[in-house]
């Protein structure tokens, strides 16, 4: 089969996760001439401070077209992205249309492309927690289930594909994008002066952040993680840059008075990519509820330990750094006392996690061969 020689492919992002999906994509399209790249925001998150700097900071182009979607239910969101996505499509006509990561604005614009019988290409395919409560992993499944490209940060993606019967010639194997960020980023953020701001040292605090509905949505469950904290408190100070959601949960309930007395919990707006990417790469130890995170520490070999009961990126567990503790307090404080008390541990980084993933998936998409990518393994 003959290299394309002109490829048009219109990229999707909706929310923060996706701008750091997204940003290798676009450097890499810069570098090839045979490729036109469209960028499409929905708005999902219509932050536009925050917007704006992690593309200012991560030197993605402006988007060619911003949908200004907005807040709202999944139902209203999702059919709003779909609506306002269509005639996009339509007019721009495009080879492929290429999403990232597992938010509304992915399944949304991959229904659209599906039911106009455009080429979809998922980024980050295959993962799966298996818990079907979680509105991620079935934006997860449908998005795969009707995309031509998966490709797929880590074996588990293969895998799970598979099982559920994608044609192997459909499933790619690459590495991922979210690590090509990383390493290009991490020495930049080095630079960043957010520990003067904070006024705290490197390997001295531990990281906190929380945001999804299982666990900020409910007091009782948000308490008993901040009965964990409390205890590692004792130890050390833990930084809280706080989701808006998070926060309003909060502070429509008596845990607002309850974090304003725990002393060493320091609750900060949430940061830009640079920011935080320093805080994390420099805490004694990180909880959180990101899947992306989970991801972040393993390669920069910090302990994590995520507050949920599953995983879809099984691969931090098995190489990385990552501790799944779910939400019980005794279970959280043990993970946290054998990371202290067992500091020395090796951490791996899972294969093809190198910063080549992105050229890997538009030498896939352009039809070129290269021996660093895989159709699939076993």
Known sequence: MSIVKYMKILNVVGARPNFMKIAPLMAEYSRRENIHAILVHTGQHYDDTMSHLFFEELGIPKPDI?????SGSHAVQTAEIMKRFEPVLIHHKPDVVLVVGDVNSTIACVLVGAKLGTKLAHVEAGLRSFDRSMPEEINRVLTDAISDFLFCTEQ???????????PQDKVHLVGNVMIDTLLKNRAKAQSSTILDRLAINGHTYALLTLHRPANVDNPQVFGHILDA?????????????????????????????????????????????LDFLRLMMSAAIVLTDSGGIQEETTILKVPCLTLREHTERPATVTCGSNQIVGRNPQRIVAAYKDVVNNDGKRYQIPPLWDGQAARRIVDILTDKKHEGASRHQF
């Open 66 to 70: 911003n949908l200004e979607v907005g």
């Open 156 to 166: 588990s993606g293969v895998d799970n594909l598979l099982r559920e019967g994608i």
């Open 229 to 273: 904290i409390d205890f590692i408190l004792k130890d050390m100070p833990v930084i809280f840059p706080v989701h808006p959601r998070t926060r309003k949960n909060l502070y429509s309930t008596t845990l607002g008075q309850r974090v304003g007395r725990m002393v060493g919990l320091r609750l900060i707006d949430p940061l830009g990519y």
